[in-house]
């Protein structure tokens, strides 16, 4: 074979084959160490069940949601997997066959919910809020889990505040300092496209603020500073009528649309109101990586990619083309709204799922840590194979992990701080292994990667690569 069709990630194609069973396990044995202050639990969740039915679904984004939480305690290792049970999962395994359409996959006689989106996979994100693990999909309100079993209780309407058809986006920001949950969500109206951006307080109470929208773009993720809620609008456009009207699964109806630029929209939390609407060329961006407030400037970083990424997450050819993307830290002006610097970050494979230190919300921070593919520029499948160490005093990443051939990394490395103030910290991260259908979490020192991982803790049974994560510590 020619080595630039080579296939870069060997028997990913077995990570997907089959369902993990749910499971609730001791882990015995540890290869290497554990660091004593890593006591809570890593929560990941992704797609895990890509047929029902005789239906093989198309897309890394149409699998249902399965949660998974690592817990690490002085009494050793315990692994809990669960199936998310919303509306989808409970609808079709009552029916035994596939009901509703999903991202990437449509099929004779598909349903929507109500006519107007998708019934979600809830296979996004997780995090803890007021007693419950809330799991998100790509849109709707999210399903609150048990924090221990992973059981799930339901759809969480924050006290019937937000409804069924609310949009609300799977990557909400937590301010520490009011506690309140900030989130978004697009509507895709063609004739006004818009955006709602939500504070949830504690107590639940709910405010809202509607920003107008250019175009009804597709936007993933956003930035919260204390003052700011910031959205890098990329020109990833949907039409809402060609899946509504159309019968198109939503990757069909997503339009990337560079001649009409990307946008920074800087939005003032208390008001809704826009301070400042700049150009950022025309790149995408799907993930931020963090944000604060520096004086008089309000400081953003990203993952700039060249285009859109879901039409590389065909499963299990996965990542087929050649793609790059650069992490970009943006210094902004907000009241003269002007874009002061772009301080390019020196790694251009194509990354993504960006985490850094939680306790460094609202403040300038040095660390971040990223996955990253090594052979993104050839063509050929690919997969998740490097954990960057990223510091932006350097520019450039500290240090960089590349795994062994053919294991994978597969969901966000999650930061644990060693609450002594020692400055040291752990990456947790799971991983794949192709040749023995294996999965383990492996645990790093944060500020050494390249070493390796300190501690391998292996799964009883494989799961396949999941997206987002988040470490809640003990206590
Ligand atoms: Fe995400």
């Not at 809402?240 to 069909?252: K, R, S």
């Not at 020192?445 to 809640?472: E, Q, Y």
Request: proline share 8%.
């Amino acid at each position: 074979m020619k080595d630039d069709l080579r296939d870069h990630a060997p028997g990913l194609e077995r990570a997907f084959a089959c369902p993990p069973a749910e499971n609730d396990y001791r882990i015995d044995v540890v290869e290497g160490k554990v660091p004593s202050y890593v006591r809570g639990t890593y929560y990941v969740i992704g797609p895990a069940r890509f047929a029902r039915g005789g239906l093989r679904y198309r897309h890394w984004l149409d699998g249902d949601g399965l949660a998974c939480a690592l817990h690490l305690g002085e009494d050793g290792a315990r692994f809990v997997s669960r199936y998310v049970r919303g509306t989808k999962l409970i609808t079709e395994e009552a029916r035994c066959r596939p009901v509703f359409r999903t991202f990437g996959t449509a099929f004779p006689g598909d349903r929507l919910k109500r006519g107007m989106g998708l019934e979600s996979p809830l296979n996004v994100s997780l995090y803890p809020w007021q007693g419950s693990l809330l799991a998100f999909g790509e849109q709707g309100l999210p399903w609150a889990l048990d924090p221990i079993t992973l059981d799930s209780r339901g759809e969480h309407d924050f006290g019937g505040r937000l409804n069924a058809v609310s949009p609300f986006a799977a990557h909400p920001s937590f301010d520490p300092e009011s506690g309140e949950m900030v989130n978004f969500g697009v509507s895709f109206a063609p004739s006004s496209p818009s955006l709602t951006l939500y504070h949830v307080a504690p107590e639940g109470a709910v405010r809202r603020r509607r920003v107008r929208l250019e175009h009804p773009a597709s936007i993933h993720d956003f930035a919260l500073t204390r003052r700011y809620a910031v959205f890098y609008v990329s020109p990833y456009l949907l039409d809402l009528p060609a899946v509504t009207e159309g019968g198109l699964p939503l990757l069909e109806a997503l339009r990337w649309r560079p001649e009409l630029g990307s946008r920074l929209l800087v939005v003032e939390r208390r008001s809704g109101e826009v301070k400042a609407d700049l150009d950022v060329g025309r790149g995408y961006c799907l993930h931020v990586i963090g944000a604060f407030e520096d004086r008089r400037r309000l400081v953003i970083d990203v993952v700039e990619l060249d285009r859109p990424v879901y039409d590389q997450y065909a499963v299990p050819q996965l990542f087929p083309e050649p793609q790059e993307a650069e992490p970009a830290r943006y210094v902004v002006a907000v009241e003269a709204s002007r874009i002061l610097e772009r301080r390019a970050f020196d790694y251009r494979l194509l990354c993504d799922f960006p985490h850094h230190d939680p306790r460094c919300w609202g403040e300038d921070y040095r660390h971040f840590w990223m996955l990253g593919i090594g052979a993104s520029r050839r063509p050929g499948r690919k997969f998740f194979d490097q954990l960057v160490h990223g510091d932006w005093h350097l520019g450039r990443p500290a240090d960089v992990y590349r795994t062994p051939e053919d294991v994978y990394l597969g969901g966000e490395p999650a930061f644990v701080a060693d609450p002594t103030g020692t400055g040291a910290g752990a990456v947790l991260c799971p991983a794949y292994d192709a040749r023995r259908h294996a999965s383990s979490i492996l645990v790093f020192d944060a500020f050494d990667v390249g070493r390796g991982p300190l501690a391998t803790v292996p799964l009883k049974a494989p799961i396949p690569p999941l997206f987002h994560a988040t470490f809640k510590a003990e206590g």
